[in-house]
């Protein structure tokens, strides 16, 4: 136990006791604390408990702690000096004898635990603790209510005491500064704070100052005289009386109403001019022509004038038939066709669709039109391809391969001209179905009827008025022989009504007739119509004529038997009463011809007459003994003469023709069959 130190009577004393042991202390070593005996005994250690078998003696080995006793801290030696060690043995490396070094003989194993008999004591009861611990208001520190404990000092086991200070306090167990105890009394007082009647001293305002240079002012003359004076009211004198001897300001004009842009002619009609000017000077007049007067000015040159006819034949002129008071069979599509020729697939700077569709149909503003555009520009670009056809290898297509490779079967067509129509805002569909093409041949009479198959497409576009119209691009832009492809544009694909269309087209769906009367043919009619298989017919709507105007109507023409006529008809005409051959068509009409085979017993073998159809440029007919047109199995055809001698005979006449025949070569085209029984 420490030695009991009196304390010193008054605060100036502790204080310089204090000071006294800071001296010779080091800096930052804790500071030395002065312990205090303990007026109250420290209770004494719970009695051993009974009946507790003694320990076994340990043994003390190299590796062993040394045994601590339970006497003062200040009489135990240093725990954390290391226990003496003994040197290794010397061991003589120059002998073989002691080349190898004795090991010590490691130390005896420990005993086996043996389970105790005896059940292990219960634990005393804990006792409260003496010191009540709480935190203070300033959370600075940790201290006791009674003795305010500071900390346990390293030297001593017992507690000590310290004195109230403001100084950091030191752990001497850890080292650490702790916060010094928070004392009010060593703040320093508070400003006294200002109560809010009081008012701020006012400050002075600011006044403006203004500094002007000295310059001297120049002297322009003498001064003017100055302002006299006003003269002062006199007793006799009124108000009303000196404000009539004031002299008011003259009057200013009336102002004007304000004029509106449409009083300067926008509301006025044109029909009176505006008048002339009364007194019009003399030099703006007239002169008459060679007068002399070099006022005048010169006369407007009237070969400087714009010529009115000049500028009607600039404007685009309508088409000279309109869709309002025409059919499509005679109406001019040489706007459109001639457009459509301009763009070239292999130079076109873009292969979209879009594009190509918006160049061929953005200058036209009729439905028809922009559709017609399409349907030329397939013809101009796109080839069948008989390779794959014949082949048997079709093969699906889209609009951008057609467009890149050129080449297309019916399906292809159809497909590229619904997609660039409906890039150019109009309303196409693709129709499938059966049509009567290449290969097709008709039934002979009792021959059944073979089942609905489908091997051909076509498109359906609506046009002005809201019409859907049939057309095909693909017969429309060539035929197909053995011998290939030949491109040859056929208008009357796109221009034939919708019933026309039907005779060799038979949709898949009923919904696709799209005829003027409604009705829906069925699979055997359109297969095996009434009254037979028609005459074949050629490129008839080259040269303006109508395909279901050729009569006799029937392919078989019976030339034998009873009950024949003495004379028999064949007639045609062009495809609309007011066609015109020279605006809708190619020029005048050729001179057509009926090649028959003439009467068997009177004509030579394989001898051909050419009877010319007698007309009026509306209608074509010759009537004939049905005994001249040949025998049995034998054909007779239409044909138009193409070329007399060396020249070229579009718009001969039929005596022209006759002229020639039998003096000049003569060139023919075919234009329809029939086949005689």
Same mark, same amino acid.
């Given at each position: ?8 009577? &008054? ?14 202390? /080091? ?44 006497? &003062?801290? $200040? ?88 004195? /109230? ?14 916060? @010094? ?9 508070? @400003? ?27 002297? /322009? ?11 002062? !009211?006199?007793?006799?004198?009124? =108000? ?28 006025? /009609? ?43 034949? =600039? ?8 869709? $309002? ?39 036209? =503003?009729? $439905? ?27 093969? @699906? ?92 544009? !056929? ?115 394989? !001898? ?63 234009? $329809? ?5």
């Amino acid at each position: 136990m420490a030695e009991d130190t009196p304390q010193p009577a &008054s605060i100036q004393s502790r204080i310089a006791a204090l000071n006294l042991g800071q001296v010779g202390r /080091t800096p930052g070593s804790p500071p030395t604390v002065q312990a205090q005996s303990v007026s109250k005994p420290r209770p004494p250690a719970p009695p051993p408990p009974i009946n507790r078998p003694p320990l076994e003696s340990r043994r003390k080995t190299a590796n062993n702690p040394p045994t601590q006793s339970h006497g &003062s801290a $200040a009489n135990r030696p240093i725990g954390n000096e290391p226990i003496e060690v003994l040197p290794p043995p010397f061991i003589d490396r120059r002998s073989s004898s002691t080349s190898q070094t004795q090991k010590p003989a490691p130390p005896p194993r420990l005993p086996p635990r043996r389970p105790s008999a005896q059940p292990s004591p219960s634990l005393p009861p804990r006792r409260p603790s003496e010191h009540q611990m709480k935190r203070r208001d300033s959370n600075e520190s940790v201290s006791s209510v009674t003795s305010n404990i500071s900390s346990i000092s390293a030297l001593s086991t017992t507690t000590a005491r310290t004195s /109230t200070s403001r100084a950091p306090s030191i752990d001497g167990t850890s080292g650490r500064v702790r916060a @010094p105890i928070y004392d009010p009394s060593y703040l320093p007082p508070l @400003p006294q704070k200002r109560s809010r009647t009081e008012e701020m001293p006012t400050r002075a305002p600011l006044k403006p100052a203004y500094s002007s240079p000295a310059v001297e002012k120049a002297n /322009t003359g003498p001064a003017p005289p100055p302002t006299p004076l006003r003269p002062s !009211k006199g007793p006799g004198l009124s =108000s009303d009386s000196v404000e009539s001897t004031r002299k008011l300001p003259p009057e200013l004009p009336p102002t004007m109403p304000r004029k509106s842009p449409l009083s300067f002619g926008l509301n006025k /009609t044109t029909e009176i001019p505006p008048p002339l000017p009364a007194n019009r000077p003399d030099a703006f007049k007239q002169k008459p022509v060679g007068s002399s007067d070099a006022s005048a000015p010169p006369p407007v040159p009237l070969s400087s004038r714009p010529n009115m006819a000049q500028l009607q034949a =600039s404007k685009p002129r309508p088409p000279l038939n309109s869709a $309002a008071d025409s059919c499509l069979k005679c109406r001019d599509f040489s706007a459109p066709d001639d457009h459509a020729a301009r763009f070239p697939r292999q130079s076109i700077p873009s292969t979209s669709v879009e594009w190509i569709a918006q160049q061929l149909t953005s200058p036209f =503003s009729s $439905a028809t039109d922009k559709a017609r555009a399409i349907f030329t520009w397939l013809h101009h670009n796109v080839a069948y391809n008989t390779k794959a056809f014949f082949s048997g290898n079709c093969q @699906p297509s889209t609009p951008a391969s057609t467009i890149s490779s050129g080449l297309a079967v019916c399906e292809g067509y159809a497909g590229l001209f619904a997609a660039l129509a409906m890039r150019a805002g109009l309303e196409a569909i693709v129709v499938s179905g059966h049509g009567k093409g290449y290969g097709y041949k008709a039934l002979a009479p009792g021959e059944p009827v073979p089942p609905y198959a489908a091997g051909h497409a076509w498109n359906a576009v609506r046009i002005d008025n809201g019409e859907w119209k049939l057309i095909d691009a693909c017969w429309g832009a060539g035929s197909v022989s053995p011998e290939g492809y030949t491109k040859r544009f !056929k208008p009357e694909r796109f221009t034939q009504d919708n019933e026309t269309f039907g005779l060799d087209h038979f949709p898949g769906d009923n919904g696709h007739f799209f005829r003027s009367d409604n009705r829906v043919l069925s699979w055997e009619e359109y297969i095996n119509p009434v009254g037979g298989e028609g005459p074949l017919i050629y490129d008839a709507g080259e040269h303006g004529l109508s395909n279901t105007s050729f009569r006799p109507v029937q392919k078989h023409v019976q030339v034998s038997g009873n009950g024949l006529p003495p004379m028999m008809r064949f007639q045609f005409e062009k495809v609309c009463p007011h066609f015109d051959f020279e605006k809708n068509g190619s020029g005048q009409p050729y001179v057509f011809v009926l090649g028959v085979h003439g009467n068997p017993r009177a004509r030579g073998k394989g !001898k051909v007459d050419y009877v010319a159809f007698e007309t009026n440029h509306a209608f074509w007919w010759l009537d004939i003994d049905p005994k001249e047109l040949g025998a049995g199995g034998e054909e007779v055809s239409v044909f138009f003469v193409r070329t007399i001698g060396d020249d070229d005979a579009r718009g001969w006449s039929v005596q022209q023709y006759k002229d020639a025949k039998g003096r000049k070569g003569m060139g023919f085209g075919a234009v $329809a069959k029939w086949e005689l029984r």
